[in-house]
Structure formats: C-alpha cells, structure tokens
C-alpha cells in the first residue's frame, strides 16, 4: 500500500527566511513524488514532480525538493519566503494508478 | 498544463437532495478523477471516471451515492445524492496529461454546504 506522512501540520516563518516542509512516503516500487499547494479557497497547483534522475528537482515559485531513496523522503524547500507563499501544502505519492495524498501542513508566514 | 474549470463553484444544499458537478478540460485526456476534500483535511478519492465505462470507485464510496459521468475524454460529471450534512466538503477533478510520471492537474473545486 502506498501512504504519505507529513508529520509538521503547521509552520510559521518569517518572511525571507527560509522554508523546509517535510514529507516520508511508503510505497512498494519506485514512486512518482509530487509536491501541491493549495491557497486558501483555490485548487491545487503542481509546484514540483519527481519520478527519476537528479535528485534535486526545481519547481515553480522558486521551491525544490530532495529525493532521498535511503530516507523514503521528499522534502520541500525554499530559501526565502514571501508573503505569497502562505498557504497549504501537500505532498502526493503515486504510480500508475492512482496518488495518495499526505495531510498537508499549513505555512503561516509574518512579518 | 490543462485549464479545468467547475460548475458550480459553490452551492448550499438541502439535505436529502442531489447536486451534479460538472469537470471540463480543454483538451482531451484520459484519466479524469474525483476527489472529495472535507473540511480541513487532505484529498481523498472516490473515484476514477473512464471514458466509455463505468468509473472505479475507491473503498469507501459506492455508485449509488456519487453516480459518475463520462460521456467523452473533456468532460465527467459528479453527483452527490441524497445528500447529508457529512458531505459538506469540496468536490475536485483532476485529469492526468500523459503519463503517471507527470501527475495531475486540479480544478478549482466545487464548495458543498448541506444544510
């Protein structure tokens, strides 16, 4: 069975600072790894995909996540926050069929 | 990417009544999906929409309580019927474009208040 843990529900950060989201994933091959954000009231936009090669993948809005295949992890960072960036985010697992979604973790960001 | 819209965008409900959402993609796909995401909680999926069959429900829902539609690859349908306050929730599409390496893309969503 494949399952996503995001074990931080919220996090607050400074804006400028930098941002870490962290994500683990179970799944019985080598997956497909996504990260999601979802501001308040919209739907989900696809920042980042991972499925193979560099483990380092750049995504939109200026994130990036590391696949590490030792640490079942995909975690999520950016070097300084905006404002903007407040919102939820969700980590997503899958492979041909279908994708699970982790429980997200909301990004508080102030001033 | 794909534009996804929804109808409607929200709506409020009465209990024991039914509310078909509308997913329109502007260009052909083939996997279409339906997630539900309940207040404050992440996405679940009820199901896959073939086009040209019936949709495979995920554990947990039934098609007599959220009949899907999907008369062709740009356009499925969602109904939740008979419905009750704990289907208060936002409804999603999404559509797959090419392979699963490329994941999915998500419509805005379709508020659900019952009432």
């Known amino acids: 069975a494949q399952s996503v843990t995001q074990p931080d529900i919220h996090i607050t950060v400074s804006e400028g600072a930098s941002l870490e989201l962290r994500c683990n994933y179970s799944?019985?091959?080598?997956?497909?790894l996504f990260w999601y954000v979802q501001s308040p009231g919209q739907g989900l936009q696809l920042l980042l995909k991972?499925?193979?090669?560099?483990?380092l993948v750049q995504g939109i809005k200026g994130f990036e996540a590391e696949f590490k295949r030792s640490q079942s992890s995909f975690n999520l960072r950016k070097p300084s926050v905006h404002w903007s960036d407040a919102a939820e985010y969700f980590c997503?697992?899958?492979?041909?069929?279908?994708?699970?979604f982790g429980a997200g973790t909301t990004v508080t960001v102030r001033a | 990417s794909a534009v996804i819209s929804q109808k409607p965008s929200r709506d409020i409900c009465q209990r024991g009544t039914s509310l078909t959402i509308q997913c329109q993609v502007d260009?052909?796909?083939?996997?279409m999906f339906w997630y539900r995401q309940q207040p404050g909680q992440s996405l679940t999926l009820i199901a896959t929409?073939?086009?040209?069959?019936?949709?495979?429900?995920e554990s947990g829902f039934v098609i007599d309580k959220f009949p899907i539609s999907r008369p062709n690859l740009t356009f499925s349908t969602l109904t939740v019927s008979n419905m009750s306050p704990e289907d208060s929730s936002i409804y999603l599409c999404?559509?797959?474009?090419?392979?699963?390496?490329?994941?999915?893309?998500f419509g805005p969503g379709t508020r659900l208040t019952v009432t």
């Open positions: 999404s559509v797959r474009l090419g392979g699963a390496g490329n994941g999915e893309y």
């Open positions: 799944y019985g091959a080598t997956p497909y």
């Open positions: 991972y499925f193979s090669g560099d483990t």
């Open positions: 260009s052909q796909v083939t996997m």
């Open positions: 929409a073939n086009q040209g069959s019936e949709a495979t429900y």
């Open positions: 997503a697992v899958g492979g041909d069929y279908k994708l699970s």
